[in-house]
């Protein structure tokens, strides 16, 4: 499995940006596909993902309303468009992959950063 991030970058709050995971040498269809965060000082957050193999699609309350997962059958691309950008978003985010189903669910409470497979980050500043 190999992951790679973009779109990060450094906005003012109320904007907008689209991160983007390229995904390659996998099937997205057993995989569960999303995004997990880390703010500089605390613990690894789910943010939202999205499972072909089970029909789920799953949002952290934090972005809910404000964030929309997608993926692109063709590109292979998994992306999260991000609305309403707040300071407390600022943070890096990681595309994440699980195989099987209900691995959606392993984006909400802890995250095993040992568990899955990770992409390199990529680093969303917003300023007020």
């Known amino acids: 499995v190999q992951l790679v991030e973009s779109g990060g970058a450094s906005v003012q709050s109320g904007g907008s940006l689209r991160l983007s995971c390229a995904g390659s040498r996998f099937h997205f269809d057993d995989y569960g596909i999303g995004w997990v965060r880390q703010a500089p000082g605390k613990d690894r957050e789910g943010v939202a993902c999205i499972s072909r193999s089970d029909g789920t699609t799953y949002y952290a309350d934090a972005g809910k309303g404000r964030f929309s997962i997608s993926i692109d059958n063709v590109k292979t691309t998994l992306y999260l468009h991000m609305n309403w950008l707040k300071p407390e978003d600022t943070a890096v985010y990681y595309c994440?992959?699980?195989?099987?189903?209900?691995?959606?669910?392993?984006?909400?409470?802890?995250?095993?950063?040992?568990?899955?497979?990770w992409g390199q980050g990529t680093k969303v500043t917003v300023s007020a």
């Open positions: 994440r992959a699980i195989e099987g189903i209900d691995s959606c669910m392993l984006f909400s409470g802890h995250i095993d950063p040992d568990f899955g497979s």
